[in-house]
């Protein structure tokens, strides 16, 4: 693929579930080795838009790109099957709800897709599941069951299980929102990682100093807009929009 420095490019997205409205026009850009968080209320579109992006969540209207090529493409279904699953290889995504096999391995659930989807031998895929288990910490209990490991544990083989598709895209959905609170940093720390090497990343978060940390841009979303977006330092110490403000008064409030 041409080296495109638009690396994902939302164009007039909008999704409706029957009546309702969750995304409304939203056009944006990410740029690759970009990281980019989404903050806002609950219910403001921000999974849906990162959902979207794979096409797990199709949208009504508008076109979602990566690296040059169209995700959502309209084909025939069999063509569509194929395309979507060779574009998802692409796109890491994790879940707030760990999503691991329950009866699998963590070296098992890791070394699954490489196996089945990219044809890796079994020696291979082993040795893919150790590099990014031992990435995220968790080379000495890669034999381990998830009922085995805690919230923090599962969620670390999680991201290696999306790495070990080498993807051009991290997707991270509340990543950390179902751990308990001394889980989090563990989580956030593996993120923060990958956030050094420059992998191209969108996060979904209610952590704002995380956000403020890590992130080069911020969008702030509330009833499916992007209200406002830009440097961390700008969105958090100088908002534009009233919207804005109040959301992050409630926000710091209620973490006081």
Request: glycine share 6%.
């Amino acid at each position: 693929m041409t080296d495109h420095k638009e690396f994902v490019q939302i164009r007039h997205a909008q999704k409706s579930f029957g009546a309702l409205e969750v995304l409304k026009d939203i056009s944006l850009t990410v740029e690759r080795g970009q990281i980019v968080a989404i903050i806002g209320p609950s219910g403001s579109g921000k999974s849906t838009l990162l959902r979207a992006i794979n096409d797990l969540d199709p949208l009504t209207g508008g076109e979602v790109w990566l690296d040059g090529v169209q995700v959502n493409r309209s084909l025939p279904f069999r063509q569509y099957e194929k395309h979507i699953n060779q574009m998802r290889q692409d796109i890491g995504m994790v879940f707030q709800h760990f999503n691991l096999f329950p009866h699998m391995t963590a070296r098992e659930n890791v070394t699954m897709a490489p196996k089945m989807l990219k044809g890796l031998s079994k020696d291979e895929a082993d040795a893919l599941a150790r590099e990014q288990l031992d990435k995220v910490g968790m080379l000495e209990r890669i034999d381990y069951y998830p009922s085995q490991l805690s919230g923090g544990q599962k969620q670390r083989v999680a991201i290696a299980r999306a790495l070990a598709m080498k993807p051009k895209l991290m997707l991270f959905d509340e990543a950390t929102s179902a751990l308990d609170p001394e889980l989090v940093d563990e989580v956030n720390q593996v993120m923060k990682k990958l956030a050094e090497e420059h992998m191209t990343m969108i996060i979904v978060t209610h952590e704002m100093d995380f956000a403020a940390s890590v992130c080069d841009r911020v969008l702030f979303m509330d009833q499916g807009v992007v209200v406002e977006e830009g440097p961390p330092e700008v969105v958090f110490k100088s908002p534009e929009k009233e919207r804005t403000r109040a959301f992050l008064r409630k926000h710091l409030e209620g973490a006081r």
